[in-house]
Nanobody
Framework: VQLQASGGGLVQAGGSLRLSCAAS????????MGWFRQAEGKEREFVVV????????YYADSVKGRSTISRDNAKNAVYLQMNNLKPEDTAVYYC??????????????????WGQGTQVTVSS
């Protein structure tokens, strides 16, 4: 599966962005989907994961209450709505697909396919 993330940009603190991840090659319904982010000089970190049918989601504490993940398997897309953005949310955001059959994972190593990333910059 190929993943294409989009929707990033420059926004003021308190603003909102909606990231999209478009999949091609295989049905998105095969995969647990996650969003991760990597700030400059830091390791890639987990943001949120959604199960194959969307019934289960897990959020990092840093974004919980401010972000919502959703998926539309018919459109082969996953979305991340981020509200009340903070400067510390500044990072490159990556969508990723886990082809395994276990529980939705928070670990980067469990993901098999990655998009190219989209830059989110939040100014104070």
């Amino acid at each position: 599966v190929q993943l294409q993330a989009s929707g990033g940009g420059l926004v003021q603190a308190g603003g909102s962005l909606r990231l999209s991840c478009a999949a091609s090659g295989y049905p998105l319904s095969r995969y647990v989907m996650g969003w991760f982010r990597q700030a400059e000089g830091k390791e890639r970190e987990f943001v949120v994961v959604i199960s194959r049918r969307g019934g289960r989601t897990y959020y990092a504490d840093s974004v919980k209450g401010r972000s919502t993940i959703s998926r539309d398997n018919a459109k082969n897309a996953v979305y991340l709505q981020m509200n009340n953005l903070k400067p510390e949310d500044t990072a490159v955001y990556y969508c990723a697909a886990d082809a395994g059959f276990g529980e939705p994972s928070l670990m980067t190593d469990d993901y098999d396919y990655w998009g190219q990333g989209t830059q989110v910059t939040v100014s104070s």
